[in-house]
């Protein structure tokens, strides 16, 4: 079956640690994006990339970075520069940019 | 950018009560969605609209395109424990390379 899958469903963060959450999906669809949710928040876009090896910034990206070198894959690092990290971070990918989204399970990340 | 207003922000309603929500938009919209999260998971699309004053149906559930193409509606019908969650409106205008994202409707149902 075709879908998106997130890993670590969760993930625990030192201090000054960089770490990765991992998107991928087979549904061949060439725009792929990172939301970030907080507790009783909507969802705010980090993230979005419409083709491989292009990504654009959304409203919230200071200190996040992405990937984007397979069209399966979009990776997110959260850097140490995001002081306040802890949320549930959401990938999506849509068949083209602007179109209906089709979300993975997410990722709770914790700060230890 | 732009902005959507959704409403309400929480519900509580009794089992078997229908419900009602929507979408309010700054700017013309030509896309509107409807999505529902249930706890520690991603969204799932619920409806999707794509033309003024369409009325689409899912079940339990249908949606409107507003006529004025700046809001949308969602109700539910006869609403079970299942029916509980967040649910958010999304919706794109005609030069928008992503979408938009309401704030959410937190729906609780009391037995």
């Known amino acids: 079956d075709g879908g998106i899958t997130q890993s670590p469903k969760y993930l625990f963060r030192k201090e000054g640690q960089n770490v990765t959450l991992s998107c991928e999906q087979n549904l061949n669809h060439d725009a792929m994006y990172w939301y970030r949710q907080d507790p009783g928040q909507g969802l705010r876009l980090i993230y979005y990339?419409?083709?491989?090896?292009?990504?654009q910034k959304g409203d919230i990206a200071e200190g996040y970075s992405v990937s984007r070198e397979k069209k399966e894959s979009f990776p997110l690092t959260v850097t140490s520069a995001q002081k306040n990290p802890t949320a549930f971070y959401l990938c999506?990918?849509?068949?083209?940019?602007?179109?209906?989204?089709?979300f993975g399970s997410g990722t709770q990340l914790s700060v230890l | 950018g732009q902005q959507l207003n959704q409403s309400p922000q929480s519900m509580f309603i009794q089992e078997g009560e229908d419900v009602s929500m929507n979408c309010t938009s700054s700017s013309i919209f030509n896309t509107w969605l409807w999505y529902k999260q249930d706890p520690g998971e991603g969204p799932v699309l619920l409806i999707a609209?794509?033309?003024?004053?369409e009325l689409t149906s899912n079940g339990r559930l249908t949606a409107q395109f507003g006529i004025t193409r700046k809001d949308s509606f969602l109700n539910i019908s006869a609403s079970i424990p299942s029916d509980v969650g967040i649910y958010f409106c999304a919706g794109r205008s005609g030069s928008a390379r992503q979408l938009t994202f309401g704030s959410g409707t937190q729906l609780t149902v009391l037995p």
């Open positions: 999506a990918s849509s068949k083209g940019a602007g179109e209906k989204l089709f």
């Open positions: 990339s419409q083709i491989v090896n292009d990504f």
């Open positions: 609209l794509y033309k003024a004053g």
